[in-house]
Every structure is written in structure tokens, then in C-alpha cells.
């Protein structure tokens, strides 16, 4: 379906259904040092230096993360996620499934994710304000996949020899991979943040504020890593992406065009904001007067979600420039970029009364566009 078979495609990755209250996973001292020393690599990724530098400091992630894949596999090898039908056709494209997972599979298949991305930084011509979110994102990852604490692991220094990922792929089956590599990671934040949302909230609900507040910073650290993945997905030429990409995403290729709307774990996300927003649904004002750092942590993680939204328009732009969105209704905007503006203005101006600084000129123009 879509992309052609003969194209270099990354192996399906497979999730687990998205819930809040499970408790920290136990997966044992191996793993635990392994996943300490991965996210200790990742907080030294050199992601603002010269271009070898930095490839270096990557090779040795992925390296890192590869030897946490190893520690997971000895305890049970991966589900075969090609041989579990997709629920969608967005899954089908994007080669993501969902399964019941224990705490090793899910730690396993998203650690799997993370490495593959790994290998292929070393080669994409992402920024290094957007690697560094990507690469903070997938730290946090790994410290909620595998329990291991955040400074759990010393980096013992890059190995003698850190191979070279290369694999004497063409240009065009790296990019294709590429676009997908990076919508999987896109997948894992939105699936860990609607977790980090949902621990909150419940912590919330049972006045463990503290435990709230933890869960809410790490939410965030997951949203602001959205647009960087999709960044990540992005860094191939517009002209290829227009050429060979684009079309296999809307009908004939496939049955319905695809959009950001139908990937379940972005909706569960966005369910789980909801659910926030209904326990604390107070202003800005009045929640810094009962509890500031609340407020501030409430206000971090929806200014990282406006953001996202802003990203998406420019990112649109990059890539189709004023031309409709394949998804777009009829009676749409006159394009992408204006119909993902108009998304961006209205979540702006639902969070407007909630941060200390909103928009309340886009709330007031917002409201004006309804009554019209």
C-alpha cells in the first residue's frame, strides 16, 4: 500500500495502548544500567557542534541504545509488529500496530524506535534546536519505558570503534524511510505524553500534587519534541517529498487521504489534554493564587502545544507551499498552510485565559469568527 515494497522501509513499530496509572516498570539491574548509560549518551549528543562531531556523538547513542535493545532482547525477543494487522490505514502506512504489551515489549519496541532514529540523525540535516527537543524527548522515553532513574547511568566513554550506520542505501530509500523513521518517533512522544497527561491528571484527582507536577513537566518535554520529529520526518528535498511522497498518501494509493487527525495516539493526547483542562479548568489568575507552581507547569505544557501547532504552519508551507492539503474539506481554508493557521489560532485562543502572557486579541478574533 503507498510506498513502493523495493523502498527501504523501517521495521513496523508497535505500541501499547496508551494508558495513565501503571506502575514504574521493573525490568532488572542489566537493564536498568544499560537504559541509565543510553540516556546519559543522549544528554551529551553534541547536537550544536560541527558536523563530525556531532555525527560521532550520535553513532555513539545509537550505540548505547543498541546495547539496551540487546539487554531487552536476552529478557524476550520483539513482537513481530509485520505480522499484526493494522487498524487503520493510517497505521498501515506508517507501518505503526498496537498491541497488549508487557512492560519489557513496550520498553523493548520503543527503544527499537529511538535507535533507528538514531541512525538516521546521523545523516539528516536537522537543526540542533530541534535534535536537541528530539533527543531530550527521547531520554525521557527511555527513562519512562524502562523505570531507570534520569542520572542513573555514567557514560563510560565512546566505544574504540563505533560503527558507521551507513547501509548503501540510495538518496531516495533513505528519505523514504526517513519520512517514516520520523513519524514513528512523532508516534512514541504523542503516546508517552498522553501517558505523562493522564498520570497527572490522575494525580491530580487524588491530591498528590507533587507527583502531578513531575508528570505535567514531563508531558512537556514530550510536546515540545513533536515538532521536532515531524522536522526530523521533514528534512528531505520539498521536491521529492511533492514528486514521491505526497501522492502515495491520498486515494488511489490508498483508501482515504491520510492526516495527522486519524493517528490514534495524537487523539488520545489530545483526549487526555482534554481531561486535564476539566479538573483544572481555572484561569491563569486563579490558579497562580492558589498554587503558582501549578500554574506555571499547567502554562509550560500548553505553550508547548501552541508551538506545535505553529511549527505544523511553517513546516506546511516548507513543504507544499500555498497548495490545499490532500485531506482538506471543500469548504476548507484556501490551503494547508492557512487551514493548519486557523488550528493554531483556535487552540490559542481556547488556552488564552489559562497562561500568563495569552493571546487574547486571537481569542477576541476567535470569537468573533463564531458568532459570524
Given at each position: 500500500m503507498g510506498l513502493s515494497t523495493v523502498a527501504g522501509h523501517p521495521a513496523v513499530a508497535v505500541f501499547r495502548e496508551p494508558r495513565g496509572g501503571r506502575s514504574a516498570p521493573a525490568l532488572g539491574p542489566r537493564v536498568g544500567a544499560e537504559a541509565g548509560r543510553a540516556a546519559c549518551v543522549l544528554a551529551g549528543v553534541a547536537t550544536h557542534a560541527g558536523p563530525a562531531e556531532r555525527a560521532r556523538t550520535l553513532r555513539h547513542a545509537a550505540a548505547a541504545t543498541g546495547r539496551l535493545v540487546a539487554a531487552l532482547s536476552d529478557q524476550a525477543p520483539a513482537v513481530a509488529?509485520?505480522?499484526?494487522?493494522?487498524?487503520?490505514?493510517?497505521?498501515?502506512?506508517?507501518?505503526?500496530?498496537?498491541?497488549?504489551?508487557?512492560?519489557?515489549?513496550?520498553?523493548?519496541?520503543?527503544?527499537?524506535?529511538?535507535?533507528?532514529?538514531?541512525?538516521?540523525?546521523?545523516?539528516?540535516?536537522?537543526?540542533?534546536?530541534?535534535?536537541?527537543?528530539?533527543?531530550?524527548?527521547?531520554?525521557?522515553?527511555?527513562?519512562?519505558?524502562?523505570?531507570?532513574?534520569?542520572?542513573?547511568?555514567?557514560?563510560?566513554?565512546p566505544a574504540a570503534t563505533v560503527p558507521d550506520p551507513g547501509t548503501?542505501?540510495?538518496?531516495?530509500?533513505?528519505?523514504?524511510?526517513?519520512?517514516?523513521?520520523?513519524?514513528?518517533?512523532?508516534?512514541?512522544?504523542?503516546?508517552?505524553?498522553?501517558?505523562?497527561?493522564?498520570?497527572?491528571?490522575?494525580?491530580?484527582?487524588?491530591?498528590?500534587?507533587?507527583?502531578?507536577?513531575?508528570?505535567?513537566?514531563?508531558?512537556?518535554?514530550?510536546?515540545?519534541?513533536?515538532?521536532?520529529?515531524?522536522?526530523?520526518?521533514?528534512?528531505?528535498?520539498?521536491?521529492?517529498?511533492?514528486?514521491?511522497?505526497?501522492?502515495?498518501?491520498?486515494?488511489?494509493?490508498?483508501?482515504?487521504?491520510?492526516?495527522?487527525?486519524?493517528?490514534?495516539?495524537?487523539?488520545?493526547?489530545?483526549?487526555?489534554?482534554?481531561?486535564?483542562?476539566?479538573?483544572?479548568p481555572d484561569s491563569y489568575e486563579q490558579l497562580a493564587a492558589r498554587d503558582p507552581e501549578l500554574a506555571e507547569t499547567r502554562g509550560a505544557l500548553l505553550e508547548a502545544d501552541i508551538v506545535d501547532g505553529e511549527r505544523h504552519v511553517t513546516l506546511a508551507y516548507s513543504m507544499v507551499h500555498l497548495d490545499r492539503s490532500i485531506a482538506q474539506n471543500p469548504e476548507g481554508p484556501d490551503n494547508a498552510v492557512a487551514e493548519l493557521r486557523l488550528m493554531r489560532h483556535r487552540r490559542a485562543a481556547q488556552y488564552s485565559s489559562l497562561i500568563r502572557f495569552g493571546d487574547h486579541y486571537i481569542a477576541d478574533a476567535v470569537a468573533g469568527l463564531r458568532h459570524k
Open positions: 509488529g509485520e505480522e499484526l494487522p493494522a487498524e487503520s490505514v493510517s497505521q498501515s502506512f506508517f507501518r505503526v500496530r498496537e498491541e497488549e504489551l508487557s512492560d519489557q515489549q513496550a520498553a523493548l519496541h520503543g527503544t527499537l524506535v529511538i535507535h533507528r532514529a538514531l541512525e538516521d540523525l546521523c545523516e539528516a540535516p536537522l537543526s540542533g534546536g530541534d535534535l536537541a527537543l528530539e533527543l531530550t524527548g527521547m531520554r525521557q522515553a527511555l527513562v519512562d519505558l524502562t523505570g531507570a532513574g534520569p542520572g542513573s547511568g555514567r557514560d563510560s566513554g548503501g542505501a540510495s538518496l531516495e530509500e533513505a528519505w523514504t524511510a526517513r519520512w517514516l523513521i520520523g513519524h514513528q518517533v512523532h508516534v512514541l512522544f504523542n503516546v508517552c505524553a498522553a501517558v505523562a497527561v493522564a498520570d497527572a491528571t490522575g494525580h491530580l484527582r487524588h491530591g498528590d500534587r507533587d507527583s502531578a507536577l513531575l508528570r505535567l513537566s514531563d508531558a512537556t518535554v514530550y510536546v515540545r519534541g513533536f515538532p521536532a520529529a515531524m522536522t526530523h520526518a521533514s528534512t528531505i528535498p520539498a521536491e521529492y517529498y511533492r514528486a514521491s511522497v505526497r501522492h502515495t498518501m491520498a486515494p488511489p494509493s490508498v483508501d482515504i487521504p491520510l492526516s495527522g487527525r486519524q493517528h490514534r495516539g495524537y487523539k488520545l493526547f489530545r483526549a487526555a489534554m482534554r481531561d486535564l483542562l476539566a479538573v483544572v
